[in-house]
């Protein structure tokens, strides 16, 4: 003869299951915090700032040097879809000025909204993403064979070549995690610039908090 249940003992089949963990034991995240730097290379094409009789003719490839930083803060849609806002705060060196010149920029600056796809659930995560914003990129160009810049007003011209203000492209890359918080960043970033034209590739590492 078998023993009766025990009150309280019996699931029925629409009882709802326990909640699922994640890998870590803990809720998604739901923010996002990060930190890159990198450099990039575009098309310039245009005049100069420094010197407007500076133009790039014909138009062709600069490196929008020395260096840029790309500070993001975001937050989780899904555990897959991040939506944020990006700087880009380019640093630019190596220009030469005259007398009769412009001042010489020193920085470039950018920010974009930024919606970024996940995939996978491992360590190791790719992504791609789309970006729009507005703002400045700057290009180095050489102008060498004007020999009218430096203090002396004999040296040869570099001078730098804007692109934007608007700017859109999309990016991709990886994130990989260092632990379940913390991650490694390696990505690049496009940017379609106009009216000013550039078409700029940006290559960034970094490290990024989830929390």
């Not at 790309?70 to 630019?92: H, K, M, N």
């Not at 060498?144 to 004999?154: A, D, E, N, P």
């Not at 379609?192 to 078409?199: A, N, R």
Request: hydrophobic share 40%; net charge negative; proline share 8%.
């Amino acid at each position: 003869m078998s023993a009766a249940p025990v009150a309280g003992t019996v699931q029925r089949p629409h009882d709802k299951e326990p909640a699922k963990e994640t890998p870590s034991g803990n809720e998604p995240a739901k923010f996002f915090l990060g930190l890159g730097v990198g450099s990039g290379v575009g098309w310039a094409t245009g005049s100069g700032e420094i010197n407007s009789t500076h133009v790039a003719d014909p138009p062709g490839l600069a490196f929008a040097q020395i260096v840029h930083l790309t500070p993001e803060l975001g937050y989780f849609i899904s555990p897959d879809l991040l939506l944020s806002v990006q700087a880009r705060i380019q640093f630019l060196s190596g220009l030469t000025t005259c007398a009769e010149c412009a001042p010489a920029p020193s920085t470039a600056i950018a920010a974009f909204a930024k919606l970024t796809w996940l995939f996978g659930s491992d360590k190791l995560r790719p992504y791609v993403s789309a970006s729009a914003g507005g703002g400045r990129i700057r290009h180095v160009a050489d102008f060498s064979w004007f020999k009218q810049c430096g203090s002396t007003g004999t040296e040869g011209c570099v001078d730098s070549i804007p692109a934007g203000a608007v700017l859109l492209g999309p990016g991709a890359g990886i994130i990989y995690e260092l632990s379940p918080n913390f991650g490694f960043v390696a990505g690049l970033n496009t940017q379609v610039g106009f009216p000013d034209f550039t078409f700029n590739v940006d290559l960034n590492l970094g490290l990024a908090a989830q929390f």
